[in-house]
């Protein structure tokens, strides 16, 4: 079975439906896909977790937050960047930022 290249099938979306592509669609797909990659690694910080042997409970111990706080980082409701160091220094790692501009990268302390 032959699968439908990805323009045909845009091309069918827009005569079906001509709003497919707008600014709000648009919009709303990237607001979508923001979200699904919170998730992700909101999960694989979980997993992290879980490979390091460490409960929700003793994470959020660490970090001084609830441990309500810990399941929603783990799934994806990931405020800040702070957030993430706080849960990465609470299993007792590190977290490097590496900033990339054009050629250039940096690693931002």
């Known amino acids: 079975m032959k699968?439908?290249?990805w323009e045909e099938t845009k091309r069918r979306a827009r005569e079906l439906d001509p709003e497919w592509d707008s600014d709000e669609r648009?919009?709303?797909?990237?607001?979508s896909l923001?979200?699904?990659?919170a998730e992700q690694r909101g999960y694989q910080l979980a997993e992290?977790?879980?490979?390091?042997?460490?409960?929700?409970?003793?994470?959020?111990?660490?970090?001084?937050?609830?441990?309500?706080?810990?399941s929603q980082i783990e799934h994806g409701q990931i405020?800040?960047?702070?957030s993430v160091r706080e849960y990465?220094?609470?299993l007792g790692g590190t977290l490097d930022v590496v900033?990339?501009?054009g050629d250039w990268s940096v690693r931002v302390a």
């Open 3 to 5: 699968g439908v290249p």
């Open 26 to 31: 648009v919009a709303a797909r990237e607001e």
């Open 34 to 37: 923001e979200r699904l990659r």
């Open 48 to 70: 992290l977790r879980k490979q390091c042997g460490a409960t929700q409970a003793q994470i959020a111990d660490q970090m001084g937050v609830s441990q309500a706080r810990v």
């Open 79 to 82: 405020t800040s960047i702070d």
């Open 88 to 90: 990465i220094l609470a």
């Open 99 to 101: 900033a990339r501009v």
